[in-house]
């Protein structure tokens, strides 16, 4: 078959044709970088063994702009944030999947280093993409390159944790400083220059969930804060567990670099997109072990418990603020940074 | 939380943005329609039971214009093709996520009209869709609404079945008549009118595998011609499975109306894509007790040995034509019908 031209090629209507264009396509560059057995079944889908248990499967389709950013691009997100979407659970995540849009037009060296970007994420977890498909868009019908990854992974016994679970006087924790990625977005894509460069803080969290698991089995809400920002993913939880939620603005963690980003922009961080965050719901008893086994984590170094659930029939979420005022913090309205994940 | 306008309301940037906008979609469009108790647990993944066995994940995106088409549009269209792919390893369909990348001005009565024929689709095939994920383009960065749904499923314990595992001497069999949703999707593009109007064949076709398992265990390969059509079907099988293959062209099951279309046209019906038919690759002895199961189901009443399988290096698929003579069948080269699925 003839040899893609990555250095020049682009991507043509062909290569979704499902003809022999899509699977030289398929073969040159999926196949060749996700290298793993399942994948190399060939099949139109992939087997593999399961044990007795309770699964998870989770789906994320990702449309950022720019599709490469400081601290990662389009690839290595659709890895992190599908499994992270899995590891909400407390789940291991087994494999994940990937479909691929793409628009005709697009560079193949910039597919190429994506896959490669995703092949080295989706490595570096130990959860290999093990079944795809790819399909073209007309010029002007797509944006380059969509990706939707889907994740599975397997619970172990006696975790159950599910955004339903809190109850008033639980904890809540979370995992680092906020806002890194929304902020990493922005002035990428406005071409922002804030003195340091703000990276993403795209991350695979599942090996901190491990270890989360592992001391507090109790865990009873995880949830990671992409869209809508810590703000949001706290007010998601609040209704769906039917408790209120008291916060302290001084005990959230966040970098100065954002900080004053945010105060320039005329932005709230408590709305700025996370990819490599989590939020944590646990009994009172269980937090200050959990938090310390968090801090033994490269991921879980600057978590912090930043406030605790309460009886609320209004299920609101209140910040004390620095000042020593109260806030009310609603859900993220209307749209604030589009296209970030 | 406000009402979405589904009657004149189209899609905004809000829509996608995660929060109090999104939600607001989610709940009154996908829960509702979708409305099954595992997505009903309101997390980003779904969780559930499985027993110990073997899995399948399979995974397709949807781009197919026109999104409405005589026989189905793409809601239908993606819960059929995933589950069919989970399908074509002798699995079980269990699950379904779906994410959606809509842009910004689609209209809300459309994506309902969609969102509705998907929930039908899923709960006649009973495959739920349990987890899913909704983002949002700028307009002229998408095209109306892609779909990518991934599907899991559990294989029945003593079945085997792959594309590399046909040996020489087996007989291929096609479940029914081949074209049917090219040619639908074609005319309906392009405004023809073929006397009668062409259907899709678009049908989940799991059932019809549960059936054929049944009978007949030794099942060596299943594979849905879908992009590529027949041809490069067979192409990808004797590939896998090193064999040749020999069909007969007076056997291949062709509608009269699909077959003056294709004339009409210019084009070979055995590259045309279906979505509801499947080939079966299998040992000689079971041929004709597989091909009576096969034709007491609605979905294979049009069954037909169109062939066998033989010894060849070149592993070349030949076909002997209507006329006595023969011809090389080869994959799909190019591009024939864009985004058909």
Redesign the interface.
Known sequence: MSKLDIKNGVI???H????????TLIEELFVRHFDNALLD???????????????????????ITPLFFPGGDIGSLSVHGTIN??A??G?KPL?L?????LEEGFPLADLERIVISMAKASKSAGVPV?????????R????GV?I?T?G?GI?PDGINI???LAKPGDVIIVSGSIGDHGIAILSSREGLQFGTTIESDSAALHGLVADMVAVAADIRCL??P???GLA?TLN?LAR?SKVGMRIQETAIPIKAEVKGACELLGLDPL?I?NEGKLVCIVPAKDAEHLLAAMHKHPLGQGAAIIGTTCEDAQKMVVMETAFGGNRVV???????L??I?
């Not at 979704?16 to 699977?23: N, P, Y």
């Open positions: 043509e209507m062909g979704g044709s499902g003809g022999r264009t899509s699977a079944q060939g099949n139109d889908q992939a087997s593999f063994p399961v044990p007795a248990g309770r699964m998870v499967i989770s789906t994320d389709g990702h449309v979407d899995v909400m659970s789940a494999y999947s990937a479909s691929f849009i093990v079944t795809g498909d790819t399909k073209v868009v007309e002007g019908k797509g944006d969509f939707t889907t599975i619970v599910s955004g339903d949830r990671d992409t869209r809508g949001t998601e769906q709305y997109a609603d859900w993220l309205a209307g749209e604030q589009p296209r994940c």
